[in-house]
C-alpha cells in the first residue's frame, strides 16, 4: 500500500544547477497528483484592466466581490471582500502612504505600465510592513538588470516620488518581477472564445524556483475564488509520476505554443535558449509542422496512428494526448487530484485552466507514466 500522503508537506527542495540556476528536485518518489507545493504570495497586485486596480475583486486577497463589497473609507479605488481583509490591508498593502499613492496616481494609459505601477507599489508596502519579505523578493532571480532600459526610466519618474526608491532598486524589481510572477487567472468561460484574462500577479518566494521545461511534469493551480483565508495560495501537483532527485519543472506558458512563440517568449522575458527534450525535437520541425500543433490536436491524432513517426518525429505525443485539455480552446494541462490521505491515487483529473474534472479511465494507481518521465528526460 502507498505510503500516507500529508498535503502540508513540501516534496521538493533547492538545489543548483549549472547553467539552470536554483532549481527544485523532488525529495522523494513523487506519485501522480501529490501536492509538491503550496506557496503564500509576498505580494498580490492587480492587472491593469480597468483604470480602478479593484473594480471588482477585493483589493488584498483578490476573491470577485459580489454580495459583499466593503470600500476602503479614504480611497475611491479599493474595496474589500471583507472587514478582515480590510483591516490586514490598511496594516500592509493598502496603508496611508499607498491609498494615498494610488489616489494621486497620473492616468496611465498602458495597461502593462499600470500593472507595474501596481507591483511597484505592492513592492514599496512590503518593504515598509515586511523588510525581510522586501529583501527575499530583492533576491529572486531577475537576470543582468545592471542597465536601465527607457520603460524602467519612465516608470521610475512616476513612481520613484512615493517610493523614494533609487532607479537601480526600480529596474531591479521590474526584472525581478517579469521574472518570477504568476498570473492569477479569471474563471474560464467558453463564450469568452477560450480567452482568459488575469486577475491579479503574485509572486510566491518558493514557487519562483521552478524552472522551465516545455513538457513539464508539474502544473500549477489556482483558486482565488474559494472560501476561506487561503484563497490566494497557489499548488503545484505532479502531473504524472516522478522518480527522487529529478527536477521538477512548469511550464511558464500554456504548453501547446509552438517552438518559435515558445523560445521567443523564453528569451525575452526570461533571458534563456531552451534546450528541453522537446524544443531538441521541434527545432527541426518545418513551419507546417509547427502549425499541426494547433489546438485541435489535428497532428497528435495522426501521429499516433503512425507506428513509424511515434517516438520519432513526435515523441511528445503521449503528454498532448493525456496531458493536455480537451475542452474546445482551452489549452490548459491537466492533473490528477491529489491522493486520498491514505494514499491512494485519484482517477480524477483536473484541469489547471479551465477547472474542469474528468474521470480518467485506467488512470489511477498505475506506474505507466514513470515510463512515459523515462521516455521524456
Ligand atoms: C522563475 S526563475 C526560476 C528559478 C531560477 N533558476 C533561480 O535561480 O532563481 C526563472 C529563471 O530561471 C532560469 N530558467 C528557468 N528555466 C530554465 C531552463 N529550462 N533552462 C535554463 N534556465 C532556466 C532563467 O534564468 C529564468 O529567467
Redesign the pocket.
Known sequence: MAAPISPSETLVMPVNIP?????LVAIRDIRAGEILLSDSPLLLYPAAFSSSPASSFCSLCFRSLLSVRIPCPSCPSSAFCSVRCLSTALCSSHGPSICRALAALPPVHDPELRAQCYFLLAAYALSLTSPDNFYLLLS??G?DAASAHPEAIALHALIAPVTGFSLEVTTSLIAKDK??AFGLMEPFRLEDGGERRVRAYGIYPSA??????CLPNACRFDYLDRDGDDNSKITVRAIFDIPKGREV?LSYFPVNWGYKERQERLMED???Q?N?DRCEVEKNWKDEEEEGMDDDNDEVGEMEDSEENENVDFPHAYFFVRYVCDQEDCGGTIAPLPPSPKGTLSDVMECNVCGQLKKEEGFGGHGSDSEFGAMID
Open positions: 547553467n539552470r540556476g536554483r532549481a529572486l532571480d537576470g521574472r518570477n519562483s524556483f521552478f524552472n522551465h521545461d519543472c526570461y533571458g534563456f531552451c528541453c
